[in-house]
């Protein structure tokens, strides 16, 4: 019975899948020998896809559109195709409905979607019980007591990873980062935000505040100009730290000069 009907449609040109399906009522794109694709699959079963009559709704035939409307399988309601149906597209471009309408989808798979949500909201609370659970973990870098951002890595280290793809011992200027907003000057020890501190050339900001920056520029400006009186001016606003390290470039620079007179 197959072979024969095979046969029959043996020599059809080549189809045109912008065309409607042959079969009187179904307005499906066709897919293959002039049919859709659920007439296609009628017509392989052995039976004659011009007379088959489905006998039982949602099995083996989709029911044709007629005037924009079409007859839900689940409600057997008629609705607008366009709004009322979700849509499939396969991958060669052709447009297909579903058999139910939107409706009786949500009902379908409201029992479903509840057990989806459940699960999600239990993922969701396991997954914070473990970032809290970390968040006072230190790095696992060999020496690192900052906290783990993520990765096992602290912020520092987590960036080395993405811009070198390889962990080292942090810089003084990696030292200084708190987080991705945050981080602290390595004169004044405050931390502060990304905007107080200068760019850097080669990508991410100065390890040293905009204020402390600007005293340093000052001293170092004063101290080539052989302005003493201003560069020990601009020394003693700087902090501790930063004082102790420039003090023994200002006492050189002024024996330097003072031997110089005389």
Request: glycine share 8%.
């Amino acid at each position: 019975m197959v072979r024969k009907q095979r046969e029959s449609y043996r020599g059809i040109p080549r189809t045109d899948k912008t065309l409607e399906c042959i079969v009187d009522g179904c307005s499906n794109l066709r897919r293959t020998r002039d049919l859709c694709g659920t007439h296609y699959n009628v017509f392989l079963n052995g039976k004659d896809p011009h007379n088959y009559v489905r006998e039982q709704a949602g099995k083996g035939f989709t029911y044709p559109i007629v005037d924009g409307m079409k007859q839900c399988s689940k409600c057997s309601l008629w609705k607008p195709v366009e709004t009322d149906f979700y849509t499939i597209t396969s991958p060669n471009g052709t447009k297909s409905f579903y058999g139910h309408c939107k409706k009786c989808h949500y009902e379908y798979r409201k029992p479903q979607y509840e057990i989806e949500k459940a699960e999600r909201a239990v993922k969701r609370a396991e997954a914070k019980k473990a970032r809290e659970a970390r968040a006072n973990l230190p790095c696992t870098f060999e020496g690192c007591d900052k906290k783990i951002k993520a990765r096992g890595l602290c912020f520092g280290h987590l960036n080395q990873f993405y811009t070198k793809g390889k962990v080292t011992e942090l810089r003084t200027n990696e030292k200084s980062y708190i987080d991705e907003h945050n981080r602290k000057c390595t004169d004044c020890d405050e931390i502060k935000v990304h905007n107080d501190f200068y760019e850097r050339p080669q990508g991410g900001v100065q390890s040293v505040c905009k204020e402390c920056w600007k005293i340093r520029g000052s001293f170092n400006q004063a101290l080539r100009k052989g302005q003493f009186e201003l560069a020990e001016h601009y020394l003693n606003l700087m902090t501790e730290k930063a004082r102790v390290k420039y003090q023994d470039r200002f006492q050189s620079k002024l024996a330097l000069e003072g031997g110089n007179d005389e």
